[in-house]
């Protein structure tokens, strides 16, 4: 089982940045892919970005060039650095971790952690 607390959400300026981190308690060494979603009001949730355990990232095409993902695998912690944030960006973000077994799959979920940027 995994467990994945989140932090670093908040309020900021158009043009700012925002650090999100993502801690994984458990099974962390079964852990194929981690990374980010998010889920504005009245939209779909959709992939941010992503890491596996391999090294091979993933970015939305909305945030490419601005969001980096990145992990510290002592720490079994990944994050999500946000620059040149846009009103656009404003959304429940959520840390997601994959764990791929041979005939299944599960996910887990963080609880969300909030950002807004204003106009």
């Known amino acids: 089982q995994v467990q994945l607390v989140e932090s670093g959400g908040g309020l900021v300026q158009a043009g700012g940045s925002l650090r999100l981190s993502c801690a994984a308690f458990?099974?962390?060494?079964?852990?194929?892919?981690i990374g980010w979603y998010r889920q504005a009001p009245g939209k779909q949730r959709e992939l941010v970005a992503n890491i596996s355990s391999g090294g091979n990232i993933n970015y939305a095409d909305s945030v490419k060039g601005r969001f980096t993902i990145s992990r510290d695998n002592a720490k079994n912690t990944v994050y999500l650095q946000m620059n040149s944030l846009k009103p656009e960006d404003t959304a429940v973000y959520y840390c997601?971790?994959?764990?791929?077994?041979?005939?299944?799959?599960?996910?887990?979920w963080g609880q969300g952690t909030q950002v807004t940027v204003s106009s």
């Open positions: 997601h971790a994959l764990r791929r077994f041979s005939d299944y799959d599960l996910d887990y």
């Open positions: 458990g099974g962390t060494y079964s852990i194929n892919a």
